[in-house]
C-alpha cells in the first residue's frame, strides 16, 4: 500500500509541477501608458545622418478643457456708427459755434436796445435766432448721446469705446486686418470665469493648430442656438477671415493635470498605438507607448509615461520606427 500511495503522489507532482511554474514565472502587469518599450542603438554618427533632433521635456500643467461655438464678427455697423459718430461730432461743433455767437450778439443788440440805439424788433429777431441755435446746439448733443447709447446697447461699453473714444486707437489693428474680433458663445451650461483672460480658437477643430485669442468683454447678445453666455475676443491670425465659424476650448479652472508637454512631430502611431521615443544615453533610444495625451498648441500634453528632464525624439521618430522594423525581420524568418 505505501508504494502504491508513493506512486500515486508523484505522478500527481509530475503533472501539475509544470502549471506551478508558469504561474512563478509569469510577468508582472507593467505600468498603465507604458505598455511596451524597445530599445534601439544607433552610433553619434548615424543619428547625426539621419537628422535626429531630441528636446528636454520640461514640467507643465494644463486644465481640463470643454469646447464652445465662436465666429469671427463683422465690423461694419460698429464703423457705421463710428463715422455718424465722427459725423454728429462735427455737426454739434458747428451747432455749439453758432450758438455761441448768437448768444453774444444777442447782448449786444439787447444793450442797444436798452440804450435806444436800436429797435425792439431787431432785438425780438436776434432772440429768436439765438433760441433757434441753441435748440440745435441740445438736438447735436442728443443725437451724439444717441449714437452712444444704439453703440453700447449692441457691442457693450468696451467696444463702444473703442469705436466712438476719439484719443482710441485700439480700432486701428481692426481696420487693417491685423486682428480679428470673434464671438464666443459658450453652452448653456458653461460659465467664463473670471480669470479666464485668454483661450484658443481654431476653424476646422484641429487643438493643436489653434490660436490664442484675447479676452475683451462680455457680448451684449448671444447665438440663437446656443443661448450660452456669449463674449467677445480678438485674435491675430492671417488664416482666420470674417464670418468663419470656429471652435473655442475653455479651461477648466477646477481640473489642474500635472505632466509634459511633446512636440506634434514627436508622436507616432503605427499598428493602432501610439508611442515616442525616448533617448535614454548617447546611443540608445527606447519606444514608449503612450496612451493618454491631450492636442494643444503646438502638440500633445501627456499626464503620465513620460517625465520632466526625459529627452525625446522630436525629429527622425519615423527613421527609428524603420530600424525597428527591420530589426525584426530576421527573428520573423527564423520561427
Keep these: 500500500m505505501k508504494s502504491w500511495s508513493l506512486a500515486f503522489c508523484l505522478i500527481f507532482n509530475f503533472i501539475l509541477l509544470p502549471f506551478a511554474l508558469a504561474e512563478e514565472q509569469e510577468s508582472p502587469e507593467e505600468p498603465k501608458g507604458n505598455t511596451r ?8 554618427d548615424v543619428q547625426k545622418s539621419s537628422g535626429i533632433e531630441t528636446q528636454t521635456l520640461e514640467a507643465t500643467r494644463h486644465n481640463s478643457e470643454f469646447t ?7 465690423l461694419q455697423s460698429l464703423l457705421a456708427l463710428r463715422n455718424r459718430y465722427l459725423l454728429a461730432l462735427t455737426e454739434q461743433s458747428s451747432a455749439k459755434a453758432r450758438f455761441k455767437q448768437s448768444e453774444e450778439s444777442l447782448m449786444r443788440q439787447e444793450d442797444l436796445y436798452l440804450h435806444g440805439a436800436s429797435s425792439k424788433r431787431s432785438w425780438q429777431e436776434q432772440q429768436a435766432l439765438w433760441e433757434a441755435n441753441k435748440a440745435q446746439a441740445e438736438a447735436s448733443d442728443f443725437q451724439g448721446n444717441a449714437i452712444i447709447d444704439e453703440a453700447r446697447l449692441f457691442w457693450g461699453k468696451e467696444l463702444s469705446e473703442w469705436a466712438l473714444s476719439s484719443h482710441s486707437n485700439k480700432l486701428n489693428p481692426f481696420l487693417t486686418n491685423k486682428k480679428k474680433l470673434i464671438q464666443i458663445t459658450l453652452p448653456s ?3 467664463l470665469p473670471e480669470s479666464i483672460k485668454s483661450l484658443f480658437i481654431e476653424a476646422t477643430g484641429d487643438r493643436s493648430k489653434a490660436y490664442k485669442a484675447e479676452f475683451i468683454s462680455p457680448a451684449t447678445q448671444t447665438e440663437t442656438v446656443a443661448q450660452g453666455e456669449s463674449y467677445y ?3 491675430e491670425g492671417k488664416n482666420i477671415l ?3 465659424n ?3 476650448w475653455i479651461p477648466e479652472q477646477l481640473d489642474q493635470k500635472s505632466g509634459v508637454t511633446i512636440p506634434k512631430s514627436a508622436l507616432l502611431w503605427h499598428l493602432d498605438q501610439s508611442f515616442v521615443y525616448i533617448q535614454v544615453n548617447e546611443d540608445n533610444f527606447m519606444r514608449r507607448t503612450i496612451v493618454n495625451y491631450t492636442p494643444v498648441a503646438g502638440g500633445y500634453f501627456v499626464p503620465d509615461a513620460i517625465k520632466p528632464g526625459e529627452q525625446i525624439v522630436t525629429k527622425g521618430a519615423q527613421m527609428l520606427l524603420s530600424e525597428e522594423l527591420k530589426n525584426q525581420i530576421p527573428a520573423e524568418d527564423d520561427d
Design 37 to 44: 518599450q524597445i530599445t534601439i542603438k544607433l552610433d553619434s
Design 246 to 248: 470656429l471652435t473655442a
Design 233 to 235: 475676443f480678438q485674435v
Design 189 to 191: 451650461n458653461k460659465h
Design 242 to 244: 470674417t464670418g468663419m
Design 68 to 74: 464652445a461655438h465662436g465666429k469671427v464678427i463683422n
